[in-house]
């Protein structure tokens, strides 16, 4: 017998899931998931983890539901250990309770982790406080739907509350809640919010009062998911506002790399506000060689996959005991850290020919120096021992496989910006375009000038290009760029 976490995963944004939501998503064998969790939150999950998308949409649930608890249960019974992963928090609206008593009827042990619900987040990613000191001293949630039914809310009761007022999954009835409200008694000039997409790079706010949010809902279009915040605390929402000033609020933005590397870059661009679309234009893999750094008086890396790949297949760290070694980029530099050693050297310029230079401080004429590469660096190896009296050896470590997208055209229709951090990734970006290539007018980042100058062979324009040949140097211009609009 397996077991069944039931855990919250917030409003949306990645980082306001705990942490141990986050260790159930990692130690899941299956997780079980609906519409409103967050794509970067299943990339915590292991790789052989088995996904299984159960999404109601604008649903009540229903057959659903009942196709839910049965895939819980029949997963745990198969000994793994399960996540069903949920929007907001398992108990707020969530029908945590309908799972929790199709678990207990096969006597299948679970545990609930919280989720920080939607009804105070989101609010609160809009400027919008439930509730402030001398303006609302409560709030109050409810559901948007009639029960099935058709029962409805005591809307006499509700009406004569002073606190805040918190609608969940109430756009169908919209009208229903705001006419009852106004009929009981509420003021009509009493203002209210709808949050669409909230705590997203997508969220939008509209605002108006009890006798006009109605009109104003349908006339901008408000789909769900989204909630109806009611009460004087959304006045505030001009002085409390700090979500859409961020940086990167309301932008698509696209990485390219390797799955790994995009996850990471993906989380730092959600930091910043934005939409993260992860698309791996390549794909690192190990090449299956011997290790021959016998002799070697330095080697050096111009990866960090390089530095990882090796490390991997060293099998005595010991012997690199009286060997120089030496990185480009910051972040090379920072991955050999992880394996407690320094480099003696890093040129400043972020290319391998300085590497190689560099490298002649610490050698001596004739001395054998390996460079540790992937299968397509266009590293020159042969030129520069003649020109540097060394004698450089090309050890090829790992592979950059192009990824071919199919439906490329169907990924970037609502991109803005895509990132490219490396001329495979532009190659395969070209090449997934095809016949078809109607050159997309999406604005390019480029990490860097040997980069942009594989961009602009294929006669694409470049937007922004990094001043300093990193992630996070892209990064800092991506921000630039759009704080500077």
């Not at 969790?37 to 539901?65: D, F, H, W």
């Not at 190689?356 to 590469?373: L, M, P």
Request: one cysteine or more; charged letters at 30%; hydrophobic letters at 40%.
């Amino acid at each position: 017998m397996g077991k069944v976490y039931i855990v919250g995963a917030g409003p949306g944004d990645l980082e306001l899931l705990t942490l141990k939501g986050k260790r159930c998503i990692e130690e899941a064998d299956c997780i079980v998931y609906d519409r409103l969790v967050n794509p970067q939150i299943l990339s915590l999950a292991q790789r052989e983890c088995e996904m299984i998308y159960l999404g109601k949409g604008n649903t009540e649930g229903g057959v659903i539901q009942d196709e839910i608890n049965r895939t819980i249960v029949e997963k745990a019974k198969e000994g793994k250990i399960v996540t069903r992963l949920k929007g907001g928090d398992p108990f707020v609206f969530g029908r945590g309770g309908e799972e929790i008593l199709a678990l207990n009827k096969a006597k299948i042990p679970f545990e609930v982790v919280p989720g920080i619900t939607s009804s105070i987040s989101v609010p609160s990613y809009s400027g919008i406080p439930v509730t402030h000191r001398n303006i609302a001293r409560s709030f109050h949630v409810f559901t948007g739907h009639t029960s099935k039914e058709g029962t409805w809310h005591n809307f006499d009761a509700i009406a004569k509350l002073e606190g805040t007022l918190v609608f969940l999954m109430g756009i169908k009835n919209l009208d229903l809640i705001t006419n009852d409200l106004i009929k009981y008694g509420k003021s009509p000039t009493t203002p209210v919010a709808i949050i669409e997409k909230g705590s997203t790079s997508k969220q939008i706010v509209i605002e108006g009062t009890l006798e006009t949010i109605a009109k104003i809902a349908k006339e901008e279009k408000v789909v769900p998911p989204a909630i109806i915040i009611i009460g004087e605390v959304v006045n505030l929402r001009s002085e409390f506002n700090w979500f859409e000033k961020l940086p990167l609020f309301g932008k698509n933005i696209m990485t390219t790399r390797d799955y790994t590397k995009s996850v990471e870059f993906a989380y730092e661009i959600e930091k910043l506000g934005g939409k993260a679309t992860i698309l791996p234009l390549i794909n690192i893999e190990s090449l299956d060689i011997q290790l021959d750094i016998k002799d070697a008086k330095a080697i050096l890396f111009n990866s960090q996959n390089g530095v990882k790949t090796f490390f991997e297949k060293l099998e005595d760290v010991r012997v690199l005991g009286d060997k120089k070694i030496g990185v480009v980029g910051i972040k090379t530099y920072e991955e050999l850290l992880k394996y407690r050693i320094k480099p003696d050297f890093m040129p400043e310029k972020y290319l391998g020919e300085k590497l190689a230079e560099e490298s002649v401080n610490f050698t001596e004429d004739g001395d054998k120096i390996v460079y540790i590469t992937s299968d397509i660096s266009l590293i020159k190896t042969e030129e520069w021992s003649k020109k540097l009296n060394r004698n450089f050896v090309k050890t090829r470590i790992f592979k950059t496989e192009k990824v071919i997208i199919d439906d490329i055209y169907d990924k970037i229709k609502d991109v803005d910006l895509i990132t490219f951090l490396s001329a495979s990734a532009v190659n395969a970006y070209i090449e997934s375009l095809g016949d078809k290539n109607h050159n997309p007018k999406i604005k390019i980042a480029s990490i860097g000038e040997m980069t942009t100058k594989s961009i602009k062979n294929y006669g694409l324009e470049v937007e922004i290009e990094a001043k300093i040949s990193t992630a996070q140097g892209l990064l800092a211009e991506i921000k630039n760029y759009y704080t500077n609009l």
